[in-house]
């Protein structure tokens, strides 16, 4: 028998519950998604980063067979679009226009965190029936719409068209470990030009004097998240208006995944003055979060990008994703890689009007990505030059 349950919190399923589920292979070392564990998405809701006022309201989704959990899903009842980073304000203003009622709206998501993995935390088999449960919580509540955002590349494939669904692809910057054994061996990869412009670049960082230390696990000191605050306050003011986390968002986050994580940070003598947060999956490192109290040119490269690939070179992790947006990670060795995301519109004609838009989309994404990644700063058989 299958029964799917809607729950009005995390807390109502057990934790060891959850990542059975959500993360099977962390019995035998790290999760590759953190971002869906139990313990991250608690520490949103336990912190009200999600939660009353936030415009996220955590309801999870879970299938059950024979009364035993099968699966779940990070399902939240969403009042606005921000903190999705796969953008749809346009079809909200458009739907609106026309005399709809776009929001609220169900998101399958990790809020605030623009990273890809599996949205659908059950056996492949399983997937239609949460996606299913999840459109008829649609219809149901006489919402707009349903939108499942950084789901897997295979999650999209499979679900594609299953009640009218709509597939969009976006695109991000990655770096890609090609089996390196050092930053030089990366750099050796590059056009003279960039291998220049990337040695400079970390020069001008080191010149400010400033000691730069990668911590991670006990290394990471509460003393440490007073510093980052003030940088993530001054980032999220400038960016989003305000910041998503809530302070005690990072103390759930030491006390619970402080080993998920690297926080690379400057010090002025003894006192941080930036620093930048990444999460560590089994094989890709998700920047984060990035802040600094003063101006000081390059670093913010080096320690969003450089550092994160030598760290990852070090501890021979695969990829490092540095998060939404930004064509200036190309010419650091960020290549554009494709992000999947699923739809689903309860109105019929809107419904239509979205999927021609994402056809469109979709040939502009691919032509772009094909052009990027043609002028990356990678060598393409030309002689080398002497640095």
């Excluded at 960082?205 to 290394?219: K, M, N, V, Y």
């Excluded at 064509?327 to 019929?348: M, Q």
């Excluded at 999927?355 to 990678?378: M, N, S």
């Amino acid at each position: 028998m299958t029964d799917l349950t809607l729950h009005d919190s995390l807390s109502e399923i057990p934790a060891e519950s959850w990542d059975a589920v959500a993360c099977p292979e962390a019995a035998a070392g790290r999760p590759v998604d953190p971002f869906t564990t139990h313990r991250f998405l608690m520490a949103l809701e336990a912190s009200g980063s999600t939660g009353k006022g936030t415009g996220w309201t955590a309801r999870p989704l879970a299938l059950r067979r024979g009364g035993a959990l099968a699966g779940v899903m990070p399902l939240y009842v969403k009042t606005h679009s921000q903190g999705e980073y796969i953008f749809d304000h346009s079809w909200a203003d458009a739907f609106q226009r026309a005399g709809g009622q776009y929001y609220p709206k169900l998101q399958v998501a990790v809020p605030f965190t623009p990273a890809t993995g599996r949205r659908f935390l059950c056996a492949p088999d399983d997937r239609a029936d949460l996606l299913s449960g999840a459109i008829g919580l649609v219809r149901g509540n006489g919402l707009s719409s349903l939108h499942v955002t950084f789901c897997t590349a295979e999650e999209a494939e499979a679900l594609a068209g299953l009640e009218g669904t709509l597939h969009r692809v976006t695109q991000q910057f990655h770096w890609l470990n090609r089996g390196y054994g050092c930053f030089d061996d990366f750099l050796a990869d590059l056009s003279s030009r960039k291998r220049k412009m990337i040695r400079k670049e970390r020069e001008g960082a080191h010149a400010h004097g400033l000691t730069i230390r990668a911590l991670t696990g006990d290394e990471i000191e509460p003393r440490h998240w007073d510093a980052f605050w003030i940088f993530y306050q001054d980032t999220g003011s400038r960016k989003w208006g305000r910041p998503y986390l809530t302070r005690e968002a990072f103390d759930a986050f030491h006390a619970t995944m402080r080993d998920d994580m690297l926080l690379v940070l400057a010090f002025d003598g003894a006192r941080p003055v930036a620093g930048a947060l990444n999460f560590i999956g089994r094989d890709t490192l998700f920047g984060r979060y990035w802040g600094c109290v003063q101006d000081y040119p390059f670093l913010h490269f080096e320690l969003c990008y450089y550092q994160a690939i030598d760290w990852a070179i070090e501890n021979g992790m695969p990829r490092v994703e540095a998060g939404a947006q930004g064509e200036h990670k190309l010419a650091r060795g960020y290549l554009p890689s494709p992000v999947h995301s699923l739809h689903w519109i309860a109105d019929s004609g809107f419904r239509d009007a979205v999927a021609r838009y994402l056809e469109a989309e979709r040939r502009a994404v691919d032509e772009e990505i094909e052009v990027l990644t043609a002028f990356g700063p990678f060598r393409r058989g030309e002689p080398e030059e002497k640095d």
